[in-house]
């Protein structure tokens, strides 16, 4: 996608120099475009938990390149396995709701592992971080083909009138590396000449969807209008709503889904409105080890100063940091919540569109069951 003119990842190797990764700092947008530089899995570790990057598959790409880092740190030492599997279960623990964060993990130590000279481990693990990437890349892009076809659906019911389409948090290309997931069907819909309309939840505690997503449509040219959490439903009872579309953070087998806190709530209001509830996932996303979401996928519980605090721009042009909750008042801050799978419309994946259950989700990815 693009910044401007220029075209843009959430996250690249720099230029002429592969132990560098590069990531868009995304705790400073949209008021300053600040590109931080990540050499070590220390680095990586703290961008994941301090959230620098966030969003299901660029926490995994960035885990993943956290590996190749770790194998880069500790290249000199006897015990090299040994220590990159250290550096790998503290990636691990940063952000345990997202499986793609784990699965990318355990894929490179596998890599590390197989390699007997460090030579080999250096570029194989380098050469499977860039593979990755660029099947998450492939994947989004994928979602967006498959998605585009609901999209068209809508429109041509509604003649010229825009297709309006609410989603809660970010999940554009900011979180995905490319494209997006909730996103790539509304950026090739409106590259297409379709027209869109996006409502954008602002995503409290971390206002993702005002300060990310309402950042990324503009700066692709997409009309949308940015609202409070909490005013989904009424638009959906105005019949303001034509279709709403998430991310993913966890996919269990039969189609219950953990993504950011609000999204169940979403999902509630689509459904008592008539309003198709769409879930947009790369296969990465889905956890075939488990059966069921609903009191299984763990839900990361985050600091309350998330809460107490909020930044913004002020009058003087400097991001400043202020409290809004009463200094004696505690706070409880759930990162994600899981949607029930019989809210969910359907899935869109990489393979296409399916029903929310293990029935729909093993056809189209029966290849699954073997593994």
């Known amino acids: 996608m693009k910044i401007g003119d220029q ?27 600040k590109i ?12 994941l938990e301090d959230m620098f990057v966030r969003g299901a598959p660029l926490i995994g790409v960035a885990a993943a390149f956290g590996v190749y880092l770790a194998v880069l740190k500790h290249r000199n030492s006897r015990n090299i396995n ?9 990636i691990k623990k940063t952000r345990p709701t997202a499986v793609n964060l784990a699965n990318a993990v355990d894929r490179m130590v596998k890599i590390t592992e197989k390699a007997t000279n460090i030579d ?22 994928k979602i967006g083909e498959y998605g585009i076809k609901i999209i068209k659906r809508i429109s041509s019911n509604k003649g010229r009138d825009p297709v309006n389409i609410l989603t809660h948090c970010n999940a554009g290309w900011l979180a995905t590396v490319d494209y997006g997931t909730a996103t790539a069907p509304v950026y090739l819909a409106h590259d ?9 939840d602002e995503t409290r505690p971390r206002n993702q ?25 009424y638009l959906m009872q105005k019949e303001m709503v034509d279709m709403v579309i998430t991310g993913s953070d966890r996919t269990a087998l039969n189609g219950d889904t953990a993504n950011k806190i609000g999204t169940y709530l979403k999902a509630l209001a689509a459904k008592d409105n008539n309003v198709p509830f769409y879930i947009a996932l790369p296969s990465s996303s889905i956890d075939w080890t488990l059966k069921k979401g609903l009191n299984t996928i763990p839900v990361e519980q985050r ?69």
């Open 303 to 371: 600091d309350q100063a998330e809460i107490h605090y909020i930044d913004g721009l002020s009058d003087k042009n400097i991001i400043e940091k202020v409290r809004i909750t009463p200094q004696f008042s505690p706070a409880l801050n759930y990162g994600f919540d899981v949607t029930p799978a019989r809210l969910i419309t359907a899935l869109i994946t990489e393979r296409g569109i399916c029903k929310a259950t293990s029935k729909g989700i093993m056809k189209l990815f029966p290849d699954k069951l073997l593994s």
């Open 36 to 47: 931080r530089n990540l050499k070590t899995p220390e680095d990586v570790s703290t961008a």
């Open 7 to 33: 075209y843009y990842q959430s996250l690249w190797v720099k230029e002429n120099d592969p132990e560098i990764i590069q990531i868009i700092d995304q705790r400073y947008l949209p008021f300053e475009i």
């Open 120 to 141: 080999d481990k250096i570029q194989h693990t380098f050469d499977a971080a860039q593979n990755l990437m660029r099947e998450e890349v492939n994947a989004c892009r």
């Open 192 to 200: 297409k000449g379709i027209s869109v309309h996006v409502w954008v």
């Open 209 to 233: 969807g005002s300060r990310l997503t309402a950042w990324e449509l503009g700066q692709h040219g997409i009309p949308h209008t940015v609202i409070t959490d909490n005013t989904g439903g």
């Open 82 to 90: 040994f220590k990159v599997k250290q550096a790998a279960e503290m």
